[in-house]
């Protein structure tokens, strides 16, 4: 069964941490994506990557960045975590071609910030 | 400007009525491709149904069905005999081609309730 995995279902830092969040798929999918999920306001894209090394801005991407050192691994990295990033934070991927298919979402990380 | 809008935030139903989730999208492109999605109370969200824009058929999956209409830019989705299994939230989403990335356009989504 194909899927994207998240390392931390729950997850607690303090104000100020540097913060790693952990998604890794296995399907070989070249397309990655990071949005956080808070409610009346959907999901949010806060960054996406293509390919290895490379990685795009969504729409609220301030506060973040990732990396992609290997296909299978897309790491969202909150600098100094803030209180106001507290939120669900979820990963999906999809393969090469823009509409072959949905996403696949893993299945959350539930981080607060205190 | 892409926008994905559901208006309802919240439905409760009895169990074994139908319901319709509304969606209403807004996008200049003339090729885009439109989403449902479900996520249950364990959070991950589960892929439903993909529907391109030069496909105006309607499609019925078991107690799903999908409502497609350009002319008013409305993707809607009914079940029919809902069940306490169906409770969730509903997120409809919108990707279009040349924007030229393969990211999606998500609505606030519409939390569902059925009751038994």
């Known amino acids: 069964d194909v899927k994207v995995t998240q390392s931390s279902r729950y997850l607690v830092k303090r104000t100020g941490e540097k913060v790693f969040l952990e998604c890794v798929q296995d399907?070989?999918?070249?397309?990655m994506f990071w949005y956080r999920q808070d409610p009346g306001l959907g999901l949010r894209l806060i960054y996406f990557?293509?390919?290895?090394?490379?990685?795009e801005k969504g729409d609220i991407p301030e506060g973040y960045s990732v990396s992609r050192e290997k296909k299978e691994r897309f790491s969202l990295i909150l600098e100094s975590a803030s209180t106001n990033q507290t939120s669900m934070y979820l990963c999906a991927s999809n393969p090469p071609g823009p509409f072959t298919s949905g996403y696949t979402f893993g299945s959350g990380t539930r981080l607060t910030v205190v | 400007a892409q926008k994905v809008t559901q208006a309802q935030t919240e439905i409760s139903v009895v169990e074994k009525e139908d319901v319709t989730l509304d969606c209403v999208y807004e996008t200049r492109d003339t090729t885009y491709y439109l989403f449902w999605y479900k996520q249950p109370p364990s959070g991950e969200l589960v892929f439903l149904i993909r529907?391109?824009?030069?496909?105006?058929q309607n499609e019925i999956s078991g107690r799903y069905s999908w409502n497609f209409q350009k002319s008013t830019s409305s993707f809607n989705f009914t079940i029919t005999a809902s069940q306490v299994v169906d409770s969730a939230v509903y997120f409809c989403a919108l990707s279009a081609l040349p924007s030229g990335t393969y990211k999606y356009i998500f609505g606030t989504g519409t939390r569902l309730k059925v009751l038994a």
């Open positions: 990557s293509y390919d290895v090394k490379m990685k």
């Open positions: 399907m070989d999918h070249e397309n």
């Open positions: 529907r391109n824009s030069f496909d105006e």
